[in-house]
């Protein structure tokens, strides 16, 4: 069997005889890692996933569901040197809090490892000023704890008047786990449950026994909160998972804790993996746009064209049906998502729909980005 880049956190692995080598470059060309780093955490052998298919895969169709177009904007450029977000300002979380909106995103500093959360604010969506001064909101924790080296990929959920967020937590060891802080405005944070995780890894042999991470969480209409997640163990690949809570610590996995979402085609392109999920809920649709892989060179960084934004839903937040078509496609040779298009978040204007995302360079710097979708009259609602 041949051997193939693993694009999430994992060590070098042996089973029955065959080495499965995972190299520290080969993720810091996806996600921005320097060569010295640690190795990936939970290289994985051969194999796939076995049980019912996850995904209904819709009809052939002229063009996605929701059709969003590039505005070419550097909605939230990186840092000059020296601060938490020179080299990374990504993931971005978007919430409209009264007449202000108000994104949550993920900064890395000069060693483009070293990861902590910064706020950004705005009066249109457009112009975006670096709040705290420029400072990060939530800074990795002291040795030794859960987060000491990264906060990253903040979900932001607004609820009894206070600030709900979930994050990845990165401790020296890489063995990536979700942590949860409550704010009262969004700039200063406490950790809940301790400092602990609250959602660590799967039981031993399921999809993510070795690392959870990249959550993305919603409240329905009942109070129940609901957390989409990607995980690593015994596969190759990503996948993402699905878990449900009453209180924000004590999560329950859905679907027997297997994936929800795995790796398939669209736009006629098979999915290497998926990753970077978020999830807009509306008249009780879950609406869920995703990061997906298409095609890696040899040395596993993305090849020209291999990254993608792309759409499913599902009526239960369990059983997806993808869009056939390609959302968003990583840019060319000199656009500022040359590199990669992914990560994104969807909020609805009174136009339709906007779309914040993570744009990758070809010099692996990362900066957020915007597109939009308008909609027709009859689905147009008023701005919240």
């Given at each position: 069997?041949?051997k ?50 996850l ?50 995103f ?102 993510d ?111 997806w ?42 010099y ?7 597109a ?13």
């Open positions: 069997m041949s193939k880049a693993v694009h999430y956190y994992g060590l070098n692995t042996t089973d029955g005889g065959t080495a499965m080598t995972r190299t520290a470059h080969q993720y810091r060309c996806l996600c921005g890692f320097p060569d010295s780093r640690r190795e990936f955490l939970a290289a994985c052998v051969a194999g796939v996933l076995s049980g019912r298919p995904l209904g895969d819709a009809p052939a169709a002229s063009g996605p569901k929701f059709s969003f177009k590039k505005t070419g904007q550097i909605i939230l450029p990186r840092g000059p040197a020296g601060t938490f977000d020179s080299t990374h300002a990504k993931y971005p979380c978007v919430l409209k809090v009264g007449d202000q909106w108000m994104m949550w993920s900064g890395r500093g000069d060693d483009a490892f070293t990861g902590s959360v910064g706020l950004a604010t705005s009066r249109d969506g457009i112009r975006w000023t670096k709040a705290n001064e420029g400072r990060a909101v939530l800074a990795p924790g002291r040795f030794g704890t859960p987060d000491e080296t990264k906060i990253d990929h903040p979900a932001v959920v607004r609820y009894d008047d206070r600030f709900h967020m979930w994050y990845t937590a990165g401790p020296r060891d890489s063995l990536y786990r979700i942590c949860y802080a409550i704010s009262e405005d969004g700039y200063r944070w406490e950790r809940q449950n301790g400092g602990r995780p609250v959602l660590g890894t799967g039981e031993r042999g399921k999809f026994d070795r690392v959870v991470l990249h959550p993305a969480v919603v409240r329905d209409t009942s109070g129940l909160l609901h957390l989409w997640y990607n995980g690593g163990g015994p596969q190759e690949d990503f996948h993402v998972g699905h878990a449900t809570s009453r209180d924000g610590i004590d999560w329950q996995r859905q679907n027997a804790g297997d994936p929800v979402l795995s790796g398939g085609t669209v736009g006629g392109r098979k999915e290497i993996y998926v990753y970077n999920v978020m999830v807009l809920l509306e008249d009780d649709v879950y609406r869920m746009w995703y990061s997906a892989a298409l095609d890696l060179a040899p040395s596993g960084r993305y090849a020209p064209r291999g990254s993608a934004i792309a759409y499913a839903e599902s009526s239960d937040g369990t059983l049906t993808r869009d056939d078509a390609i959302t968003l496609l990583s840019g060319g040779e000199h656009a500022p998502d040359a590199y990669a298009c992914f990560a994104p978040y969807v909020v609805r204007r009174a136009d339709g729909f906007w779309m914040y995302y993570s744009m990758g360079s070809a692996q710097r990362y900066q957020t980005g915007l939009r979708c308008p909609l027709p009259s009859r689905d147009l609602r008023c701005e919240e």
